[in-house]
DNA sequence: ACATTTTATTTTAGAAGTAAAATATATCCG
DNA sequence: CGGATATATTTTACTTCTAAAATAAAATGT
């Protein structure tokens, strides 16, 4: 009970206190980005983030592997996808030498969105963050980097 | 275009890549907070959230000031105070001084299943933060205080 | 008093997300 | 080969969430 030995984050309170302490600042910056992709580009952050994931994807991806880099379950991605073939961001081909499966790829009208997209993202992470000293910014970095490779989730990566 | 000084985080790219950092692990963490409440309380994070918000809060709150602090949109505290109502967790009255007003209380079973949750809560945090050292715990935390500070949102608070 | 504006909340329509069951195809192993 | 199991995805039923319009009560100004 009063052991004097916590070299680690293993004391509840502290571990609660240092995830609400990264959680609020997050979930401001995810909401802020969330209101300006729909007022500027009528678009939700999840579709930025589906583009951004296939763009560093030059052959494509999986459903599956989609469903993995975005952290949403495979029926989210499903329906996701389904919307952007709608709107001529990417395409959606089933492979020959497995029928389950299916790449789903950019179109070039969802390159060129996205590039537009990621400038405009860029600028306002800029603008958001402008008043952070220079020097919270890379030590938060490093630590953040720290943070998920010590994370001991079920699927860690 | 090439201009030598940056001080600050306005650099683009740095902050863009900032975000990721911070963005990353703090899902990951939220992703497995969210499926364990599910599994283990059969309850959505949003109103493990909402009950925590409510327990800080002795008078009860109104339901403008639960979407202030959930970060949600007033609609969608609406409807999740409704299913909390049904399920007995809070009660939802009306001012009388005020009667577009509404006071949001957690009635005696929502704070023993609150209760529960939290300490469950921060055992499954300690034990997802176990790995990481005591002394990034306490810096991460303090420059994650500092982010929230500087953040240059649109409601800055 | 009374029209105007502001504030608090709900409603609406639909996207985004989940868990769990269903479907369909591959793979593995006797 | 054929049955069992594993894999990839979709479907289903539902909650969560948003933006925008609607409702209703309070506050304000003349």
Redesign the pocket.
Known sequence: MAGPARQQANEPRDAVKLWLRLYRPVSLIE?EL??RF??EFA?????FDALSALQRAPDGL????L?DR??????????????MVVDGLVT?DALP???????VQLTEAGQETFARMAHAHADWLAELLADLPGQTVSSLGEQAETLLHCLRTERTG
Do not use: Y
């Not at 678009?43 to 579709?47: A, G, K, N, P």
């Open positions: 909401r969330r209101s729909q007022r678009v939700s952050l999840s579709r999986l459903m599956g592997e469903s975005l952290l949403v379950t495979n029926g989210n991605v499903t329906g996701l996808i389904s919307r959606r030498q497995d029928r389950r499966s299916f790449r």
